[in-house]
């Protein structure tokens, strides 16, 4: 069996206008970006939907469309499920290659809620916070 053999080639773009400009162009087959962690709504609109900065290429993907319109109109459980769906989807799709995230401290009142964190929902949903009743 042949296999297929693909050098790769690493292109140190200094500048850093110059290297987002190429990143971002659809010329590159892959690029490193640093990205604050983001609610599911907020991630379509920058690196999933056909439209988003990150997604030069435009790729389009039914299942992951239908998912994130669910997903905007969601609440509650619902709308938990529905992010944990798209995140899985986006992984077993090979959308993206998460190298690291690491964590960003915060500082809260006791006059608002929602900013509970735990191991597994590490970061504080910007949606979630509310005044407290």
Not at 35 to 47: D, I
Request: neutral net charge; glycine residues 4%.
């Amino acid at each position: 069996m042949a296999q297929d053999r693909r050098d790769v080639k690493v292109t140190d773009i200094a500048n850093g206008s110059a290297y987002i400009s190429q990143a971002l162009s659809g010329k590159s087959a892959a690029f490193v970006a640093n990205l604050s962690l983001q609610p599911v709504a907020t991630q379509g609109n920058t690196l999933f939907l056909p439209t988003a900065a990150y997604n030069p290429e435009h790729a389009s993907d039914a299942t992951l469309l239908r998912l994130y319109n669910q997903d905007v109109a969601a609440t509650g459980a619902e709308k938990e499920s529905l992010d944990r769906q798209i995140e899985s989807y986006l992984v077993h799709q090979a959308w993206f290659v998460p190298v690291v995230a690491q964590a960003l401290p915060f500082y809260a009142s006791k006059k608002i809620t929602g900013t509970s964190v735990s191991a597994q929902a590490p970061y504080v949903c910007l949606y979630d916070v509310q005044p407290a009743r």
